[in-house]
């Protein structure tokens, strides 16, 4: 992974080149759209008091698990023993990302979800309320966090979502072999270039023309950002926001050329 310097290096770089977040410049409507409806939507939706709520319980909570790490591991912890309170501050999604995926959903109504990397819950539930009637399977490859995970999803009320436990290499295929369609995928575990391909390559042949793919942290090393490049560039993919933090994938047919959008959020 980068270190600080690094990333905060390759922060200033996507922000003195990417569009200014107003969608000034997009001659793609389908990308204005989503700067200006979804991107900069200020709605403060009241599902983000739910999750929101559970987020500092959990920060709150000092109760010890051991995690078994499955991916490229954690850039703040050396050891398997962490709190949940350690979990929920620096492995979360923050607000401002787990909401703009509520709002992702809650715009393109995709009815089959899945989640590459559960962890707490948080993003589960942002996945989940901004489409009560989507199935959202989620898949989390430590046991114990799991555990957690399925507490919080019963504590908030949430019956549309199927928790998948286990090391992803053995339980995403099972996944995708039942999931004729898929239409919004998020990958946010196993922070490496070979498996991130390869789960690209995997969710692939359920993939519609409207499908949406968000993949996590695609600067935070220099096999992400390998990663993205070679997602970018395949065949199938129409065009891509560069966000920093997160980067989208579309594959609409109305992309009548390849484009590659950096948008400042």
């Known amino acids: 992974m980068y270190n600080s310097f690094q990333l905060v290096a ?12 107003k969608g000034h410049g997009t001659h793609s409507p389908f990308v204005f759209e989503f700067i200006t409806k979804v991107l900069n939507d200020k709605t403060v939706f009241p599902e983000y008091k739910t999750v929101e709520q559970l987020r500092h319980r959990l920060q709150k909570d000092k109760t010890v698990i051991t995690v078994e790490d499955f991916g490229a591991g954690s850039s703040v912890s050396k050891t398997n023993s962490r709190t949940i309170a ?19 959903v809650r715009k393109y109504q995709p009815n089959n979800i899945l989640e590459l990397g559960t962890s707490l819950g948080i993003t589960s539930a942002c996945l989940a309320l901004a489409k009560p009637d989507a199935q959202l399977q989620t898949l989390e ?11 919080n999803f019963d504590e908030i009320g949430l019956t549309n979502v199927h928790l ?24 946010d575990g196993n922070h ?10 995997q969710v692939l042949p359920c993939l519609n023309n409207d ?13 992400m950002e390998a990663a993205w490049d070679s997602i970018k560039n395949h065949e199938k993919v129409r065009c891509t926001i560069d966000l920093f933090f997160l980067g989208i994938v ?11 959008f950096s948008v400042r959020f």
């Open 10 to 21: 390759r922060y200033l770089h996507y922000y003195f080149t990417s569009l200014n977040g």
């Open 86 to 104: 350690s979990i929920a501050r620096h492995a979360a999604k923050s607000p401002k990302l787990a909401q703009l995926l509520f709002r992702m």
């Open 141 to 151: 490859g430590a046991g114990s966090i799991a555990a957690i995970a399925r507490k």
């Open 164 to 187: 998948t436990e286990g090391n992803f290499d053995n339980t995403l295929p099972g996944v995708i072999n039942n999931s004729p369609s898929l239409d919004f995928v998020f990958v």
């Open 192 to 201: 490496r270039q070979e498996p991130t391909e390869r789960y690209f390559s």
């Open 211 to 223: 499908s949406i793919l968000v993949f996590d942290d695609i600067h935070w090393s220099r096999e």
């Open 250 to 260: 579309l594959f609409r047919e109305e992309f009548r050329e390849k484009q590659h």
